[in-house]
């Protein structure tokens, strides 16, 4: 059944029989979330980053209407250079089958496609969330529901401040998903560290957080979690220059009257042409940290499965 629409890459499929550390990873990001070419460049060096930690990557997309678990470089080329990629979220799955399309994999597809693969981990850059002012506009990333139902631990830097952080905290507590801060207290803010909001728990290293994973899971207790990894200090944004941008980006696209799926990858790059590239640079580090500690996890998961 699952054949008839997915492709494994041959690694892949021989990490999963063996029952070795694997990393998802998702391609909105490339197709949506960053330019050329910084968006090949950074696809393939979290890739690297993986392999060198001893885990595997499988990045994820459809291509021409086919489900692919694990890219090759010409795929990962195409994502990053075509303008005809259609941003895929769980909605979007079966039509950007039936038509053949090409399709960039947010979170939420993402997370569906890794799971019916049997890969456990996910690392990305930041999540979607409750947008701002969606008492009124009702937008609210379907990444949260996927995150209430499907059996993946995201590895992220927390909710970009383009969205309504206690808002988004809410709505993943009413829906009994972890949020857990990677050797943080604090709930990271996407390019700050600090964002004014507590994680519901803090965790030390990767073996302690596998271990809650392991129990929650065992416990048919189903569901994602949030792994949020503050970006490393060196590449931190003022936060009060990037608040300052980010409500820049959020009134123009409220002028402009964006709205849906345009939403997201608008005011990432409006918050780039502010900062100049400044908010680039940052979230290409933060995705290499994530990669990091999500092939750590991976691994620490594969030995509990393993015995
Ligand atoms: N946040 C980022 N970069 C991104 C995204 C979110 O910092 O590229 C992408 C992810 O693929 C995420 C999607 O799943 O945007 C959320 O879009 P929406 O809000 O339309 O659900
Ligand atoms: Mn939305």
Redesign the pocket.
Known sequence: MLKKYIDIKPEVLEALHKGEAIVAL????IS???PYPENVTTAQKVEEIIRNEGAVPATIAIIDGRIKVGLDEKQLEHLATSKNIV?T?RRDIPFVISRKLDG???????MIIAALAGIKVFA??????V?RNAQETF?????LQELATTNVAVV??G??S??DLGLTLEYLETNGVPVVGFKTDELPA?YSRKSGFKVDYRVDTAEELAEAINIKWGLGLNGGLVIANPIPEEYEIDHEFISKAINDAVEEAESQGVK??????FL?SKVKEITKGDSLTA?IHLVYNNAKVASQLAIELAKLYRD
Do not use: Q, R, Y
């Open positions: 998702e391609s909105t990001i949506h979330g960053m941003k979220s960039g994999t947010t979170v939420a597809a993402t990305t850059g930041g999540i979607g969330g947008h937008d609210i990333s379907a990444d992220c830097a909710p970009k383009i969205l996407f849906g799926k345009e939403m997201t990858p990432l979230n």
